[in-house]
């Protein structure tokens, strides 16, 4: 990549403290190494180690800090205080993508289709939530990413061990409608989606879990997707009104299902995708010609944008 020189001094801003460091680590190393193959002067900043007051030291942030702390708002907060340009969706868009509840909340209200839902509480009469939603349903922690506390349940006394497992991660836990049909993902450059890609787990997995996103190898991945070509431009054009709908930018991904009835349903949005040699954003992006250092450099210039 020539005149890398533009991007100044980058901070990559990868580990963190949330449950999903691991995953970061990960992804924020394989940012590092792309971004200095491609002549970048970008340096590791792990804010678990590391003051946020030393990003004063640099020029511009590559975000791959994945869940609380990093895709919520708050480091984007920070980097807007101190008045440095970062990688994907702002303060507000943030904060709202990594809630489940608010992102569906105004979905419904953009009359755009997502799984019908339940916040559990100590109160929530669990019989009316299997009466209204029926069986089997998925009990997720409503502010984690990458499954993290995640459950299916398909019998009513397995409920509340699955709401234990997720309230270990969140003080929130929600109950969403089982979907049963192909799930898909939609990533997003620049704005723009990117060919979607068919998810397949192996039959011993029951959805696309933490295990089969980062430690398997036998998951499938689709490109094409096995969709029409306007059934996968139908689902990228209501990916993108999802996006925009809850204020995300630049790069991103909505995971999205499909039914047995052909109905698309919108899962959830991620605003910091993992960049793992694992990860959905880099296999999207490759299918059209990018190869995992020219989709780094291409993010880094979305925070070139309004600069002179």
């Known amino acids: 990549m020539s005149n890398a020189t533009k991007f100044g001094k980058v901070a990559v801003l990868f580990g963190g403290k949330s449950a999903e460091r691991a995953v970061s680590l990960d992804s924020g190393q394989a940012v590092l190494d792309a971004l200095l193959s491609s002549g ?3 340096e590791a900043f792990d804010p678990q180690d590391r003051s946020v007051t030393e990003l004063v030291n640099y020029d511009r942030a590559f975000i791959v800090l994945h869940g609380r702390g990093g895709e919520d708002g708050q480091i984007q907060g920070v980097l807007e205080w101190l008045n440095i340009p970062y990688t ?3 303060v507000q868009g943030s904060a709202i993508g990594m809630d489940k509840v608010k992102t569906k909340q105004i979905w419904q209200g953009s009359d755009l289709p997502t799984a019908p839902y339940r916040i559990i ?4 009469d669990l019989d009316s939530v299997i009466a209204e939603l029926g069986l ?4 997720k922690p409503v502010h984690e990413g990458s499954s ?9 006394e397995d409920f509340a061990a699955a709401i234990e497992k997720a309230t270990q991660h969140d003080a929130v836990v929600m109950a969403e409608k089982w ?10 450059l620049n704005g723009q989606p990117l060919p979607v890609i068919r998810l397949q787990p192996p039959a011993d997995v029951a959805f ?3 295990e089969a996103k980062y430690q398997r190898n036998d998951v499938e991945y689709g490109i094409p997707c096995g969709l029409s070509d306007a059934d996968e431009k139908k689902l990228q054009a ?9 204020g995300a930018e630049g790069w991103g991904r909505i995971d999205a299902m499909q039914d047995e009835q052909g109905t698309f349903w919108l899962l959830e949005v991620n605003t910091v995708p993992g960049m793992t040699s694992h990860s959905l954003v880099p296999k999207a992006a490759k299918a059209v010609g990018y190869s995992f250092e020219a989709l780094c450099v291409a993010i880094l210039e979305q925070t070139l944008e309004g600069t002179a």
């Open 40 to 42: 970048v002067q970008a």
């Open 238 to 246: 209501l990916s993108l009104r999802a996006f925009q709908a809850v």
């Open 136 to 139: 089997p349903v998925i009990i």
């Open 148 to 156: 993290v506390g995640m459950s299916k349940v398909e019998k009513a």
């Open 179 to 188: 979907i049963t049909g192909r799930e898909f993902t939609i990533s997003f």
């Open 88 to 90: 994907g969706t702002g």
């Open 208 to 210: 696309y879990d933490y």
């Open 121 to 124: 509480t100590k109160e929530t």
